[in-house]
């Protein structure tokens, strides 16, 4: 059967399928359908976007789909992911949606869907949908006039969401801390700055001027080299780089030094253990973690479980064992004792009040772990066959296995948001790493490269 959705939503090439605004008025009416709408009054759902040009497309075609079945929709415009996660539990909605392509260029976008707890959607939910979607046009003729969804702005989200975030440290004053704060010109453009000038930070912002386009363009999460340089350059505590829709957030310390995921999750998970907060002395990782996090936390008597790559796959594993703390190597870090899903924004207020109650920069709470040396390589690829039906990549695999030994690792997957394999090398010998990672790529592009 074909797929819709991948690790996280429907993604891909705006105006070009699946992220067409027929596909959306679709599936806006196969997600009414599933949640059970039935007329005005009967569910609702919430719906952000971030600020690509193309999410005024998705927009009014999701909410025609949505109406059209007899749901109603709370439209909060430019929001971080998280924030509507968090405001379709608080407002008692059947759903939550969230037009984004996260860290991807302003050319894509996609459709997140988050239940009425805020947790991403189950596969079986998610094939449910589908099914309605490709197996022909839903039939909303049984809603008559009077049945109709309403369509509301709602225009006191951002206070909602800034009270919530404030709220998961307590409102605690932040006084003191200066901060370069890039929003990657996406959807946390104008609420977080207000959020952390709100507990006293001095901000110097960057990435907040959107112009429909430019989201993560050599800014954000995923392109933290001139954040490095403001850093420096203003003398700041830290930078905070948040990606596109704000959900995972990547860090510099004093002197400009990146700090990634890893590390955040380490510090955190340390901090937890230390004050007996931390659920069964254990953290929640992808295999895309560094094995020097997992030395360093064993020394700390801090277990680590491993999941699949995608960070609904960490919620999965701590919501099954009631652990909470959890996330991956790229920032997306989820507490849950607050959040549903990862949250750049109150991740750095967690990690700004911890150096303040440390008295400590964040480069001597970053030097807790010696990272293994590690490369991924991303390859763009014309097709994603099983890597099952490639022997020769499986060949490599298994030499390059035999090689590293227990000495290091190798991860080769597809990105399930892109066309692209992405090859993880890690080892404590950086000359085998680079060995065997071009080794990786020239196969991988002889096989299946564009």
């Known amino acids: 059967m074909e797929k819709l959705f991948g690790t996280d939503g429907i993604r891909g090439k705006a105006n070009t399928y699946p992220i067409t605004p027929e596909v959306a008025l679709q599936l806006g009416k196969a997600i009414a359908h599933v949640f059970g709408a039935g007329g005005h009054g009967s569910a609702k759902a919430v719906l952000g976007k971030d600020t690509r040009l193309s999410g005024y497309m998705i927009e009014t075609a999701l909410t025609s789909g949505l109406v059209s079945m007899g749901m109603d929709v709370l439209s909060v415009g430019p929001m971080p992911t998280p924030a509507i996660a968090h405001l379709t539990k608080s407002m008692c909605a059947a759903c939550g949606i969230m037009i984004t392509a996260s860290h991807n ?64 440290i307590d409102n605690r004053s932040l006084k003191g801390v200066k901060i370069v704060l890039d929003c990657a010109n996406g959807a946390a453009y104008k609420i977080a700055p207000l959020i952390f000038k709100e507990l006293g930070v001095e901000v110097v912002e960057t990435g907040v001027v959107p112009d429909g386009f430019n989201i993560n363009e050599n800014c954000g999460a995923t392109h933290t080299e001139e954040l490095s340089e403001f850093v420096r350059g203003c003398g ?6 948040l990606d596109g829709d704000a959900d995972r957030v990547i860090f510099c310390d004093e002197s400009g030094s990146v700090v990634n995921g890893d590390r955040i999750i380490g510090i955190c998970a340390m901090d937890y253990k230390e004050r007996g907060r931390l659920m069964n002395d254990t953290v929640v990782v992808t295999s895309m973690s560094n094995l020097g996090l997992v030395e360093a936390l064993e ?11 995608g960070d609904r796959y960490v919620i999965d594993r701590m919501r099954e064992k009631g652990f909470n703390i959890g996330g991956e190597q790229s920032g997306h870090i989820i507490f849950m004792d607050h959040v549903t ?62 090689r590293l030994a227990s000495s290091g690792r190798v991860i080769v997957r597809y990105s399930g948001t892109e066309n692209k394999m992405r090859i993880l090398l890690e080892a404590r010998d950086a000359a085998l790493v680079d060995e065997w990672s071009a080794k990786f790529a020239e196969t991988v592009s002889s096989l299946i490269g564009v």
């Open 341 to 402: 899903t990862g949250d750049g924004i109150i991740t750095a207020l967690h990690l700004i009040s911890h150096m303040l109650e440390k008295n400590s920069p964040l480069s001597e709470l970053a030097g807790f772990m010696t990272e293994f040396p590690q490369k991924l390589t991303n390859i763009q690829v014309s097709a994603k066959p099983p890597i099952s039906e490639l022997p020769e990549l499986e060949q490599l695999v298994s030499e390059c296995e035999s």
């Open 105 to 168: 260029p302003s050319d894509d976008n996609g459709i997140k869907v988050f239940d009425s707890n805020g947790f991403k959607l189950p596969d079986s939910m998610e094939e449910d949908i589908e099914r309605h979607i490709l197996g022909g046009e839903i039939n909303s003729a049984h809603i008559s006039t009077s049945l109709l969804g309403k369509a509301y702005r709602m225009d006191d989200a951002v206070g909602r969401y800034i009270a919530f975030a404030k709220a998961s």
């Open 299 to 309: 020394r700390s008597g801090i277990k680590t479980e491993f999941t699949d790559v």
């Open 236 to 241: 700041a505590d830290i930078g905070v780089a």
